[in-house]
C-alpha cells in the first residue's frame, strides 16, 4: 500500500513562503497521479493542485495560481508544494493525496479522485 507523509508545515508571517514535501514509501511513485489539498477550520477539504505521474503537467485552483507552485522528483519519491506570498487565509491543513494513473490529471480535482492520503502538515500564516 502507498503510502504519504507530509512535512514542512509551520508557522509563517503573511508574505512569507513555506515548501511542502510529500514522500511515498510502498510502491511505485511514478506510477502515481499527486495532488496537494487543504482543509481550514470549519470548512471543506479542497483541492489546490495537481500533478501528472510523470511531472509533465501541473494544474492550479485560482486561488493558488501564481502563488504556489507544485513539483515532484520521481527519483525521490517525493512532491512539493512551494508557497509563496502565503496570505492568513492559506492557514490550513495540508494534505497530499495519490492516485495510481498515468494519464491526465486535468479533472481530478475530487476527494473521491485519490485512494491515499497523507496524515497533513499544518500551515499557519499569521504575524
Known amino acids: 500500500q502507498l503510502q504519504l507523509v507530509e512535512s514542512g508545515g509551520g508557522l509563517v508571517q503573511p508574505g512569507g513562503s513555506l515548501t511542502l514535501s510529500c514522500t511515498a514509501s510502498g510502491y511505485t511513485f511514478a506510477d502515481y497521479a499527486i495532488a496537494w489539498f487543504r482543509q481550514a477550520p470549519g470548512k471543506q477539504r479542497e483541492a489546490l493542485s495537481l500533478?501528472?505521474?510523470?511531472?509533465?503537467?501541473?494544474y492550479y485552483m485560482n486561488s493558488v495560481k501564481g502563488r504556489f507552485t507544485m513539483s515532484r522528483d520521481n527519483a525521490k519519491n517525493t512532491a512539493y508544494l512551494q508557497m509563496n506570498s502565503l496570505k492568513p487565509e492559506d492557514t490550513a491543513v495540508y494534505y497530499c493525496?495519490?492516485?495510481?494513473?498515468?494519464?491526465?490529471?486535468?479533472?481530478?480535482?475530487?476527494?473521491?479522485?485519490?485512494?491515499?492520503w497523507g496524515q497533513g502538515t499544518q500551515v499557519t500564516v499569521s504575524s
Open positions: 500533478i501528472s505521474s510523470s511531472g509533465g503537467s501541473s
Open positions: 493525496a495519490a492516485e495510481h494513473y498515468q494519464g491526465t490529471v486535468i479533472s481530478m480535482w475530487g476527494r473521491d479522485e485519490y485512494d491515499y
